[in-house]
């Protein structure tokens, strides 16, 4: 068990890292921001890869910057894992859902926007 669970996470690392490269040769205007108009049409494991590349992202900005992390204003990353502490893949997939569900008039605003302002905000309220 975890054996596979090292193959796992090596294999999203490296996933992570050729999508890091990929993306370093676009222009930020040509990065996609995804909104809840692709969330609302993507399959359940379009949603899971979403967020998996998401926490990958955090996770090797984390240990990138473990011996000198970034303040505050320099980077939302290291606030961004402390208020999603405690969360699961499916759990933030199902908020993100209900949020969607819920407000089905704001499908323009950002994934990431959800995550930030209605998971992560409040979960540092709460991880004080």
Same mark, same amino acid.
């Given at each position: 068990m975890e054996l596979k669970l090292q193959t796992i996470r090596m @294999?999203?690392?490296t996933a992570s890292i050729a999508l890091a490269v990929a993306a370093?040769?676009?222009k930020a205007a040509e990065v996609p921001i995804?909104?809840?108009e692709q969330w609302r049409t993507s399959s359940e494991a379009v949603k899971k890869a979403y967020l998996i590349g998401l926490a990958n992202m955090v996770q090797v900005q984390t240990a990138y910057h473990a011996s000198n992390p970034p303040?505050? @204003?320099q980077s939302f990353v290291p606030r961004l894992a402390k208020g999603m502490q405690g969360q699961t893949l499916d759990?933030?997939?199902e908020g993100v859902d209900r949020?969607? @569900?819920a407000n089905?008039?704001?499908l323009k605003r950002p994934v990431l926007d959800i995550i930030w302002l209605e998971m992560a905000m409040p979960g540092l309220?709460?991880?004080k």
């Open positions: @294999a999203m690392l370093g040769n676009t995804v909104t809840g303040t505050d @204003a759990g933030v997939r949020w969607y @569900a089905p008039t704001k309220q709460k991880n």
